[in-house]
């Protein structure tokens, strides 16, 4: 954003006092302080619920404040605003960039017409920690997969121009490496060498920032011991001067206030210090409205300019100069019929079918039992939906309305978290008198977000005990689970014939899982994070390297293995191998699993060349066949493999995806451009290298089932 004559005259204009008060937003305080805090300069504030409450507040900032700046009006809209999406992670699931893309754009549409200007989203944490509650709000494990995603959900937030009226201004968060937290418990210590920084944490704010985001939320964590509030090599080094980034670094949630307890500041005016020295622009809480104004002479004034300027060309870029009011007759305040289409359109896609014997697409049954704490629940809405009145529908509900003539059995059995388990018998009995059983189990939402990390993910209460016990009924059942991560379903899931996972699908997610049980819509999501077998196993991704002994099996826990030895020099036998004695090896299901109702039949992979110079582009096709009578969705996913590099490369990397439908008997064409930033990573000194050397490239459906072709780089 360039800074304009008005923002050089404003700046040249504003006192000390008027300066800090552009860089604070104080967090959610209530309609009356905020007019209050307006006066006293705060120039951003958390949304008031409403277009005529967002309409007075800026009244007192253009006609109650001696240089009239309208106020920015921030918001965490997360997955829709009024209508809400399937969560981030489901929306991963999808692997549908268009799709991320138009979903955001309804959640801006929807926000700015409330008066919403300032979103804290997309959340581009890549984690590798599904124990991390928050590893719902961001795209999954993957790097490109984020990146890709993230790009999109900027692209729809902000569209081309900030000032119209369905744009908000995006924050790519949380800056940086917060998804890997040790222990899996959010806020906690992140320490990873710079390679890994830079070639996962990093690489997904990199593309969002070069797609334009607005701003960045900088992170709780602490990145090599220094908080990133106050770490000048990130917030300034990297983001500001090596990436160009010229919009807002706003502080996480009293994360400035949180130096103090992070042990790195002695008072408020020794953090608050740190922190705009750092490269923060914007402080979230209002630390610095406890200051005396003499402490914050520490502040390199040219700083606090910086970041003044850089709050009001933003100010600017939206419009608000010219127009900060919105009109409250099209607020919209009501979903919409083409939005609930749009996410329920989207949740069918999300959905992850496990697996499936050929139980599901359900036949239309004449007797079924709906069973589970989420046969009646309305909770589908996932984390971060606030309470702006957005509600979702149950299953049962729309399971009847679909069901006219079936007999419809609820008998939910026992709740999400119950101890007691006194209710299954109820649903055992029930289950006699039908030909088909759902159960419809997960965990609540309130399981998965902020401050919500879990030490065991297995489903939660007593549901693993119904599964069981429906499983030995011998009536034939299938399984969803509604879920904010992945879980461990390794004492149940062999029991299960059929098992798809709808995430939290949001306010149309009852009639997209019945739309999909039915087989109106194709399951055909894959998986953005591994799922564990054990969650002794975290963290575990696919994107590993390949360690020094790799093993090839696992799990063989018994006194013979105890007694090997080496069989010979060099020929280490599979006890000194990186597994675990009581535990097979691999995730239960691995990044990217997933399959539709359709079958597909994959050609040879062809490539443009089999020899390119590091900064040619090298073009990889492959034909795709729809061999069923069914049309389907097809997820072509491409990883690469760098046979040998000079720093351990990782077994497989995705750089490539697309997916598309087909008709019965359709062949298409999938064909994708490789170039430098497939084969390339970055190395020593922030240099993204492409190494000279043998590469595969790995195509097909799922990171299991791929077919490999060489390409040397010369
Ligand atoms: C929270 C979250 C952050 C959110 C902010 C404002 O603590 O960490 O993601 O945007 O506060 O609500």
Known sequence: ??????????????????????????????????????????????????????????????????????????????????????????????FDPPLVRELAALAAAEARSGGVTWTFSPMVDVSRDPRWGRVVEGFGEDVHLTAVLGSAMVRGYQGTDLSAPDAIAA?????????????????????????????????????????????????????????????????????????????????????????????VAEDLAHAVAQAFGAGLDVEMGGAPRDLDPADLERIDPARLDDAVARVLALKEALGLFDDPYVDPARERIEPTDAARALVRRAAARSCVLLKNDGTLPLRAPARILLTGPYAESTDHLGAWTQSFGAHAGSIADELRGRLPDAEVSVVPGLGFLDDDASGIADAVAAAHECDLVLVLAGEPSALSGEAASRSDLRLPGRQ???????????????????????LVVADWIDEAPAVLVAWHGGTEAATAIVDVLFGDEDPAGRLPMSWPRSVGQIPIHYAHERTGRPASTGGTLTTETADVGLDGPGNVHEKYTSKYLDLGLGPQFAFGHGSGYATFAHGEPRLSGSEVSPDETVSLSIDVTNTSARRGEEVVQVYVEDVVASIAPPVRRLVAFERRTLDPGETTVFAFGLGREALGFWAADAAFIVEPGLFRLHVGPTLTSTQAVELRVR
């Open 1 to 94: 954003m360039s800074t304009t004559h008005r923002v050089h005259a404003l700046l040249a204009a504003m006192t000390p006092a008027e300066k800090l008060g552009q860089l604070q937003i104080v967090f959610r305080p209530s309609s009356t302080d905020a007019a209050q805090l307006i006066r006293e300069g705060i120039g951003s504030v958390f949304w008031p619920r409403s277009a005529a409450a967002t309409n007075a507040l800026q009244r007192v900032a253009v006609e109650e404040t001696r240089l009239g700046i309208p106020v920015l009006v921030g918001l965490d809209v997360i997955h829709g605003q009024r209508t809400i999406a399937p969560v981030p992670l489901a929306q991963a699931a999808a």
């Open 171 to 263: 924050t790519a968060k949380h800056y940086v490496a917060y998804g890997q937290p040790e222990g899996g418990r959010d806020y906690n210590t992140v320490d990873v060498s710079e390679h890994r920084l830079r070639n996962v944490y990093l690489e997904p704010f990199r593309a969002v920032v070069a797609e334009g985001a607005a701003s960045v939320m900088a992170a709780f964590n602490t990145v090599a011991g220094r908080p990133v509030h106050a770490n000048r090599h990130l917030l300034t080094e990297v983001l500001k001067d090596e990436w160009g980034f010229a919009g807002i670094v706003v502080g996480d949630a009293d994360g400035v206030r949180n130096l103090l307890p992070h042990g």
């Open 464 to 486: 693993e005990q119904l599964i069981r016990a429906i499983a030995g009924t011998g009536i034939p059942f299938g399984v969803v689970l509604e879920t904010g991560r992945p």
